[in-house]
Nanobody
Framework: QVQLVESGGGLVQAGGSLRLSCAAS????????MGWFRQAPGKDREFVAYINRSGGSTYYVASVKGRFAVSSDNAKNTVYLQMNNLKPENTAVYCC?????????????????WGQGTQVTVSS
């Protein structure tokens, strides 16, 4: 049984940085792609970033390009989301998700497994 556990969230001032981690147990990351999503209070869940199975391709929502970076460390079975120059509007619960087929990209309904999420709060 694969489980995903996020960590690294917290409170940071605008302009600061955080690195989120998503650790998987039960199956190696090299066998599936991963996505990051976020959901702010009162808003729909939003795609943030995606990394393919090999880790060689990444995709981002336009609002985070140049500030966020997704990466994977297959040896540690962990995917990361480095978030720089954070803004108050980035405040949300961030979740990682596993895409077993490697075709989900930004479509949440195509993901197979979700973590519980980690809270990111950016103060102005």
């Amino acid at each position: 049984q694969v489980q995903l556990v996020e960590s690294g969230g917290g409170l940071v001032q605008a302009g600061g940085s955080l690195r989120l981690s998503c650790a998987a147990s039960g199956r190696t990351f090299s066998t599936y792609a991963m996505g990051w999503f976020r959901q702010a209070p009162g808003k729909d869940r939003e795609f943030v970033a995606y990394i393919n199975r090999s880790g060689g391709s990444t995709y981002y929502v336009a609002s985070v390009k140049g500030r966020f970076a997704v990466s994977s460390d297959n040896a540690k079975n962990t995917v990361y989301l480095q978030m720089n120059n954070l803004k108050p509007e980035n405040t949300a619960v961030y979740c990682c998700a596993a895409d077993f087929a490697g075709t989900a990209y930004g479509v949440a309904d195509r993901y197979d497994l979700w973590g519980q999420g980690t809270q990111v709060t950016v103060s102005s």
